[in-house]
């Protein structure tokens, strides 16, 4: 595992850095939710002229995904700032299942995670509801 396994918490300003790294994604999927919100709205007003009921089925398909879409931003929206939250409190970095620290890697790349690799593939192996 290496030499992070002796280490509890993260210092100030490794949090500072997973901050930044959080509050990016925070930035950039909040403009995206945005981006949805306002192509979702695009959708409202021209679907009133449509009168072909193929081209209809098709918008509705459509606005459907992108509603699929925005839904899964506001999912992963308040996983960042819980996150955010975590890092307030303390407890950012401790894996749930284990107390463990997650590793920094996992923690650059889904900075929301809050079970290390191990802890999830075990839950996803006996059946449990998989979590970041």
Same mark, same amino acid.
């Given at each position: 595992?290496?030499?992070?396994?002796?280490?509890?918490?993260?210092?100030?300003?490794?949090?500072?850095?997973?901050?930044?790294?959080?509050? &990016?994604?925070?930035?950039?999927?909040?403009?995206?939710?945005?981006?949805?919100?306002?192509?979702?709205?695009?959708?409202?007003?021209?679907?009133?002229?449509?009168?072909?009921?193929?081209?209809?089925?098709?918008?509705?398909?459509?606005?459907?995904?992108?509603?699929?879409?925005?839904?899964?931003?506001?999912?992963?929206?308040?996983?960042?700032?819980?996150?955010?939250?975590?890092?307030?409190?303390?407890?950012?970095?401790?894996?749930?299942?284990?107390?463990?620290?997650?590793?920094?890697?996992?923690?650059?790349?889904?900075?929301?995670?809050?079970? &290390?690799?191990?802890?999830?593939?075990?839950?996803?192996?006996?059946?449990?509801?998989?979590?970041?």
């Amino acid at each position: 595992m290496g030499n992070h396994s002796d280490k509890k918490f993260y210092s100030k300003a490794e949090l500072e850095e997973f901050r930044g790294i959080i509050n &990016t994604k925070l930035d950039d999927a909040r403009n995206e939710h945005k981006r949805l919100a306002n192509s979702l709205k695009e959708f409202s007003s021209s679907s009133a002229d449509s009168i072909n009921f193929t081209e209809f089925g098709n918008e509705s398909r459509e606005k459907e995904q992108v509603e699929i879409l925005m839904a899964r931003q506001a999912k992963f929206i308040d996983k960042l700032e819980k996150a955010l939250i975590r890092i307030e409190n303390g407890s950012y970095g401790i894996c749930r299942v284990t107390g463990e620290l997650i590793p920094a890697e996992r923690l650059r790349v889904v900075p929301h995670a809050t079970t &290390t690799v191990q802890a999830k593939l075990k839950q996803n192996k006996n059946g449990q509801k998989p979590n970041r």
